[in-house]
């Protein structure tokens, strides 16, 4: 079955940087886009970034952009999300999901990562 | 902040029916699918319609979708205690290359 599974978060002191993995299995993995989705505590989900089936190309939300890295290593069925510069406002859940359609969904979704982001 | 525009909250009795909307624009909603997903409290979201009114396997047909212009409604009939959960609305924005998420909705079971 379907499953992805995030890892790398933890506690990080403002400014400094943080890389979270999002290792799948089940699927034909270089055949799917991934999409990172983070969720502050407390608040509504909020899109991170995406990366193409093929690493081809990345999309990121305004609030990241110039700060994280979305990339992908489709030998290794893992995607990354390279976070530098990190705020407070960065504090959350990050989960991981997989873009099932060329129409945009996230049809299947990992169980999340906490990053906590203090000094 | 978010460029799709929910209720923060609606709630009905048990067995009765709900709807969640959903607000976007010509760039989001006009011109692309919509899909809606549900978080129970404590865990990861899940997708609950796609294509704007269709369900993966294994959700129930008490929940449909429905899009009307820059519009999306979610409806929840018969509704249960389980069905206690945030939901939010979701869609490409073409005009800004970003995936945006609704605002989102707490469901109560009175």
């Known amino acids: 079955q379907v499953q992805l599974v995030e890892s790398g978060g933890g506690v990080v002191q403002p400014g400094r940087s943080l890389r979270l993995s999002c290792a799948a299995s089940?699927?034909?993995?270089?055949?799917?886009?991934i999409h990172w989705v983070r969720q502050a505590p407390g608040k509504g989900l909020e899109w991170v970034a995406v990366?193409?089936?093929?690493?081809?190309?990345?999309c990121y939300a305004d609030s990241v952009k110039g700060r994280f890295t979305i990339s992908r290593d489709n030998s290794k069925n893992t995607v990354f999300l390279q976070m530098n510069s990190l705020s407070v406002e960065d504090t959350g859940v990050y989960y991981c999901?997989?873009?099932?359609?060329?129409?945009?969904?996230?049809?299947?979704w990992g169980q999340g990562t906490l990053v906590t982001v203090s000094s | 902040q978010s460029v799709l525009t929910q209720p923060p909250s609606v709630s009905a009795a048990p067995g009765q029916k709900v709807t969640i909307s959903c607000s976007g624009s010509?760039?989001?909603?006009?011109?692309?699918?919509v899909s809606w997903y549900q978080q129970l409290p404590g865990t990861a979201p899940r997708l609950l319609i796609y294509?704007?009114?269709q369900r993966p396997s294994g959700i129930p047909d008490r929940f449909s979708g429905s899009k009307s212009g820059t519009s999306a409604t979610l409806g929840i009939t018969g509704l249960q205690t389980g069905d206690e959960a945030d939901y939010y609305c979701?869609?490409?924005?073409?005009?800004?290359?970003?995936?945006?998420f609704g605002t989102g909705t707490k469901v109560t079971a009175l």
């Open positions: 010509s760039s989001n909603i006009g011109n692309n699918y």
């Open positions: 999901g997989r873009e099932d359609s060329v129409n945009w969904y996230v049809g299947h």
């Open positions: 089940g699927f034909t993995f270089s055949s799917h886009g």
């Open positions: 979701g869609t490409w924005d073409s005009g800004l290359s970003v995936y945006v």
């Open positions: 990366i193409w089936y093929d690493g081809s190309k990345q």
């Open positions: 294509d704007n009114n």
